[in-house]
């Protein structure tokens, strides 16, 4: 069974950077879509972007377009999300998903039944 570890999270100042790693074990990647999402104090989680099985789609939300970006390495079964320019609203716990149905150049922000349990990210000067 397909298990997630999120890595990563911590203290940044604004302006920074940070990468995110989602490292799968329990199954492959080239089996799974992964989305990252992550939840605000006080919000609701919310999807910030997905990757697709095969690799060649990948989405972004409108609030990190040009700021985040996703990637994997198949080898190491992990994927990450850079996070540049970081802001005080990106305070979060970031999570990774996953799931395997869907065609092998789909992703999406909905529709994931796998789950890591999140990591922290503070940004804060």
């Known amino acids: 069974q397909l298990q997630l570890v999120e890595s990563g999270g911590t203290l940044v100042q604004p302006g920074g950077s940070l990468r995110l790693s989602c490292a799968a074990s329990?199954?492959?990647?080239?089996?799974?879509?992964i989305t990252w999402f992550r939840q605000a104090p006080g919000k609701e989680r919310v999807g910030l972007s997905c990757?697709?099985?095969?690799?060649?789609?990948?989405q972004y939300a409108d609030s990190v377009k040009g700021r985040f970006t996703i990637s994997r390495d198949i080898y190491k079964n992990t994927v990450y999300l850079q996070l540049n320019n970081l802001k005080a609203d990106d305070t979060a716990v970031y999570y990774c998903?996953?799931?395997?149905?869907?065609?092998?150049?789909?992703?999406?922000?909905?529709?994931?039944?796998?789950w890591g349990k999140g990591t922290p990210v503070t940004v804060s000067s």
């Open positions: 998903a996953a799931r395997s149905t869907g065609l092998a150049g789909y992703c999406s922000f909905d529709d994931v039944n796998v």
């Open positions: 990757i697709s099985k095969n690799g060649m789609t990948k």
């Open positions: 329990g199954g492959t990647l080239d089996r799974y879509r």
